[in-house]
Every structure is written in C-alpha cells, then in structure tokens.
C-alpha cells in the first residue's frame, strides 16, 4: 500500500519561514509533489522531486530525498495568503498509469 | 487555454440512488484523474482514464465507474449512493508524457448523500 504522513498543523509568523515535513512509504515511488489548497478551492500544483535534492521556485523549496523516503516543502517570506493546506503527494508508476496518492494534508496558518 | 471545469457544484441525493458528475479537461490535456476529498482529508484516488480507456484505479468498489470521451471530457458515474459518500470529487487533468505529477484540479463537485 501506499502511505505519507504530515503534521496536521503548522502555525508561523508572517514574514518567517516554515518548513513542512513528508514521510512516505509507497511501492513503485517514482516522484514527489507538493499541492496547496485554500479553503473551498482546488488544489493547485506547487513543486516537484523526482531527483535527491532541492528545487526552488521563487519563495517555495522542496527536497527530497530517496534514501530517508522523506521530503519537505519550504516557505519563505511568508504572507498571509499562504495560510491554506498543503499536501504532499507520491506518484508512483506502474502498468503504464502515473498515480498521485496524497497525504492528509497540513494546514499551515499565518499569523501577523 | 480553458481550465478544468466540473459539473455541478454542489448535488443532494439520498441513499441508494445514482449520480453522474462531469468534467471537462484542460485544452491539450488527455489524462483525467477522479479524487475524493473528504472534509479535512487529503484527496483519495478513484481512478484515470487515458485517451477514454482506464489507465489505474484505486480502492475504490466497482459501483464507481466512469467514461472518458473522444474530446477527452469524462464522467464519473456511482451506482447505490451510501452516507459515506459524501465528500468533494475533484477531477484532474494531465498530459500524459513522462509523467503525471503535475495535474490541473477543477474547482470540485459537492456531494452530499442524505
């Protein structure tokens, strides 16, 4: 089966940065994304890993690495419209599909 | 270029009966993925279609069926509704090239199984 385990709540200050852990146990793990989701809208895509390491894409890191089966989204410079959910999701491969199995999501507040 | 859309927003049914939600890809898309949220969860895969054949399936049972078109549109059909169904179904749409981990969710349909 396939499993990823996030806090469930994060709380930071504005302007600070936070880090979001994922840990993961899937077969067939080929990638991880990480998707934001405010209250009442759909998820939106952010970051992904299918390499050890990290990416960057403007305040938002994500890293991963294989060996530990963990990764972790990074904020930077935090704004009040980051506060929302957000999920870590495997992508696994198998039989020609690409899958995403999420995670339960961690919703992140920010405070002034 | 047209994001996802879903139809309808939000529906009512009571227990034991049919429903059929809709999803529009995005233009050039020809991978759709059915998720089901429920409240404070993560979204739960249902299952994809790829060029209107199934492409992966979840656990999910076989009352969950669905159809992808030649326009690469898709409905996800559920036969004999049960209160625990209620939840939120995303679609998603992907192009299907190396990989499908960047998908384009549409804003949901609200179910609600009385």
């Known amino acids: 089966g396939q499993s990823l385990e996030q806090p469930s709540e994060v709380t930071a200050v504005e302007g600070a940065i936070v880090q979001i852990n994922c840990t993961y146990q899937t077969s067939g793990f080929y990638g991880l994304s990480w998707y934001q989701q405010h209250d009442g809208g759909a998820p939106t895509f952010l970051s992904y890993?299918?390499?050890?390491g990290l990416e960057e894409t403007g305040r938002f890191s994500s890293f991963l690495s294989r060996s530990d089966s963990y990764g972790y989204l990074l904020l930077q410079e935090l704004q009040m419209k980051d506060s929302a959910s957000y999920f870590c999701?495997?992508?696994?491969?198998?039989?020609?599909?690409?899958?995403?199995?999420f995670g339960k999501g961690t919703k992140l507040s920010v405070i002034p | 270029e047209t994001g996802v859309t879903q139809s309808p927003t939000h529906l009512i049914k009571t227990r034991g009966q049919q429903v059929t939600l809709r999803c529009s890809s995005q233009s050039g898309h020809n991978t759709v993925s059915w998720y089901q949220q429920a409240l404070g969860q993560g979204p739960q895969f249902i299952f994809q279609y790829y060029r209107e054949e199934e492409n992966g399936r979840g656990n999910f049972p076989p009352r969950f069926s669905g159809l992808q078109f030649p326009n690469y549109s898709s409905e996800l059909n559920v036969n004999a509704l049960e209160l625990d169904d209620s939840a939120l179904y995303l679609c998603?749409?992907?192009?299907?090239?190396?990989?499908?981990?960047?998908?384009?969710f549409g804003p949901g349909t609200r179910l609600t199984v009385l």
């Open positions: 890993n299918a390499l050890d």
């Open positions: 999701a495997g992508e696994t491969a198998g039989a020609g599909s690409y899958q995403l199995t």
């Open positions: 998603a749409s992907s192009q299907k090239t190396s990989g499908n981990y960047e998908q384009f």
